[in-house]
């Protein structure tokens, strides 16, 4: 279904975050026919929930009720956030509802052409920023949409531009229909079990992008073998990096195709991760033509917030705040962006049953500190444990305030005290964001006192 095709229509949305508010915002402004008529929320909606809107729904429900309410509805437009998988969501479907997301209006709209789409596990936002204002120096003009930048729908405000760079998480790729012409995938690690209701169905929900109508290329992370066999499964062109024969990443900084192109002090951001992020971005635009020229078009590119972000230098101390690292994987690419550094890490948050394993042997071979907050705290403690870390090395604390007081007091010259958490934030803040905000917070009294 395309947004035009909205007009007149009798609407259903489930939800009030970015995408049905710009949602709400486009029918007000472009379709005077066309009108809100069912609202569904999870909770009772507050006031700024309800403005989101607009207009008042004519009915606001909850989800026991959503399938009687919505037959009245031509479509519902669900919040990324609400899953696909729910038995509410497949019974309105079974009643012949259309269910869909604003992201997905507008690119069936717009159509594939000139759309670079990137998702994966980790590392999208940056890729996607990354691919967006290298393609900028080189003189392409470039639009930045999805979970980074503006919500889809907002481009519809936008000037044309030649290419449209559109992260997209496995929320929104689970029903989509269209498919951008080029798919970057940066990596697949377990995630967002609760959402899709398991690892194997998230793995296929954010893998179906490959085989969407539309997709011409697929840019795959040659170091996961779990893309490069999803890949091999599709009629789509394949360009693989981090691979010799391709952009690759390493210590000393990226290369093409074996040559050395820049080094890692001429990088923008800290970490081998980040230079793989750079060299999945670099593949895409050679796919789509785009060549800036490096380094030099790597300059002014600026970390986003809570990516490996430095928050505080005092006395010795760097305090960094990579609150977005959710998952074991993603910690683990952390410690290893601070060689020959001492580090405090700091993590722990909603346990989805991760397995720590992995991350509990990088801190043994480090011999890192850590400390674990709730609620997984405890677990990661134990995993830590058994790999090897004394006891000194590896304690609890009771919240996020007492790991930083004591991360104060264990951080000597030189050290780095590290927020990366390994896990969602969502059992005591409201999300990722809000848990780096109270963390830099923090890191700066502890270093003003």
Known sequence: MRFSELDGAVIGVWGAGREISSLARQIASRMPSARIAVAVFDTPPDARE???????PERVVGPGDAAAALAVCDVLVR???VSIHRAEIRAIRDAGIPVTTATA???EEAGSEGVLAVTGTKGKSTTASLAAHLARSAGVSVRLAGNVGVPALELLDQAPAQLTVLELSSYQVADLQVGPQVVLLTNLFREHTDWHGSEEAYRADKLRLLGLPGVRSAVVNGREPALLAAARAVSAEVTLYGVAGGWDAGVNGISLRGEPVASA????????HNALNLCGALAALEVLGV????PGALGGFQALPHRLQTVSQAS???????SISTTPESSIAALASFPGRSIVLIAGGQDRGQDFSGLAR???DTGARVIGIPSTGPRLIAAARAAGLTGELAVEARDLADAVARARAEARDGSVVLLSPAAPSYDHFENFEERGERFGEMAREQSAA
């Open 50 to 56: 309800l403005a989101a809107l607009g207009d008042h």
């Open 79 to 81: 919040s990324p956030g």
């Open 105 to 107: 209006l507008w690119l």
């Open 265 to 272: 002090d001429q990088l923008p951001l800290r970490g081998e």
């Open 291 to 294: 060549r800036p020229v490096l």
């Open 316 to 322: 010795g101390v760097t305090w960094v705040d990579d």
């Open 362 to 364: 990088a801190l043994a």
